[in-house]
């Protein structure tokens, strides 16, 4: 269980998405933050970086291991496709 809460979370996570927003820009793409919720990062890729092969990885070993490495070993970050902003309870 992670000791903090989702608003508590927001401002570490912003700050390990603007160190990794650096590198996911020299592909061609971006992330933005969609939302926190009870410990799950939801992040959307974008520009170059949707569709890629390589996405799932960016995301895994690029961000999440971030997260679990400077806040706390239990986030889970899920990527969230274009058109599931909404709707982020249908995420697997």
């Known amino acids: 269980m992670i000791p903090f809460t989702d608003e508590e979370l927001k401002p570490a996570v ?5 160190k990794v927003r650096p590198s996911i820009k020299l592909d061609g793409g971006d992330i933005t933050l ?11 890729l974008q520009g170059a970086c949707v569709g890629c092969g ?12 971030q ?12 990527n969230v496709p274009a ?3 909404d709707k982020l309870d249908q995420l697997v």
């Open 67 to 78: 997260m679990q490495t400077l806040i706390h070993p239990e986030i889970v970050v899920k």
């Open 83 to 85: 058109g599931f902003e």
């Open 14 to 18: 912003m700050n390990i998405i603007e």
């Open 54 to 65: 390589s996405s799932g990885t960016t995301i895994k070993f690029g961000v999440e291991r």
């Open 34 to 44: 969609i939302d926190i919720r009870d410990g799950k990062v939801y992040v959307q």
